[in-house]
């Protein structure tokens, strides 16, 4: 899968986080990540928290660096992640 661009966008509809299925509302700076897979391309959206989470754990999430998530994955599998980048953004 390659990374076609990764950047801040303010959200012009409202999208659903691919982290943690929590909804950005419109208007949001959101981390969008726009990927190539053999003639597909995908967007998907971070939230701010599962944006920092990874900043911060992307050597336990991803240490291959192969970015193929499950939508969903850093609620089901990483909640004290979240929950930890939410106390630090207070
Ligand atoms: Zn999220």
Do not use: N
Request: hydrophobic share 35%; proline share 6%.
């Amino acid at each position: 899968m390659d990374t076609l661009s990764a950047k801040i966008v303010k959200t012009r509809k409202v999208h659903t986080c691919w982290g943690c299925r929590k909804t950005i509302p419109l208007g949001t700076p959101t981390m969008t990540v726009t990927t190539a897979d053999g003639g597909m391309i995908s967007t998907v959206r971070w939230c701010c928290l599962c944006d920092k989470v990874w900043e911060k754990h992307w050597r336990d999430i991803d240490p291959f660096g192969d970015c193929d998530f499950p939508f969903g994955f850093i609620a089901d599998e990483y909640p004290d992640y979240l929950s930890e980048a939410a106390k630090e953004q207070k």
